[in-house]
């Protein structure tokens, strides 16, 4: 693994949020200054093709990553924050349903969060 590489697993690994490349890029460059985008994505992209971090795909186009550990997110559907719940994995019960062998499943809930709640913002 490059140093880059293991920068970018370690700073998605304890982030506690849901970071975008832009995100990552940004801590990235505090430890590496004359690191370049084009180096944090292709990473991103290498260390997503490994297996190593998850890319969740938001429905304005944009793309978030995150930890591997087994869980589904809440997305909220006014701001698009992201909220990770631990459900029972349901990868058999698919598989059983289709008919089909699948290799994972990428389960996103809608729902209005408490701080859009709050404010009454649809």
Same mark, same amino acid.
């Given at each position: *693994?490059?140093?880059y590489e293991i920068e970018i697993?370690? &700073? &998605?690994? +304890?982030?506690? +949020?849901?970071?975008?490349? #832009? +995100?990552? =890029?940004? /801590?990235? !460059? ?12 292709? %990473?991103? %992209?290498?260390?997503?093709?490994? @297996?190593? &971090?998850?890319?969740? /795909? *938001?429905?304005? @186009? @944009? $793309?978030?990553?995150? !930890?591997i550990i087994r869980h589904d997110?809440? /997305?909220?559907?006014? $701001? ?5 719940? =631990?459900? !029972? ?9 289709? @008919? +089909? ?7 996103k809930i809608y729902w209005l969060?408490? #701080? ?7």
């Amino acid at each position: *693994m490059t140093k880059y590489e293991i920068e970018i697993l370690r &700073i &998605i690994s +304890e982030s506690h +949020e849901h970071l975008a490349a #832009d +995100e990552v =890029f940004d /801590v990235l !460059k505090t430890k590496y200054p004359g690191v370049v985008k084009a180096t944090c994505y292709n %990473n991103l %992209n290498k260390l997503t093709d490994q @297996g190593l &971090i998850r890319r969740i /795909v *938001m429905d304005n @186009g @944009g $793309c978030r990553y995150d !930890k591997i550990i087994r869980h589904d997110h809440l /997305v909220c559907r006014n $701001c698009g924050k992201l909220k990770d719940v =631990f459900l !029972k994995d349901i990868t058999s019960s698919l598989k059983t349903d289709l @008919g +089909e062998d699948i290799d994972s499943y990428d389960l996103k809930i809608y729902w209005l969060c408490p #701080d859009c709640r709050k404010g009454d913002v649809l």
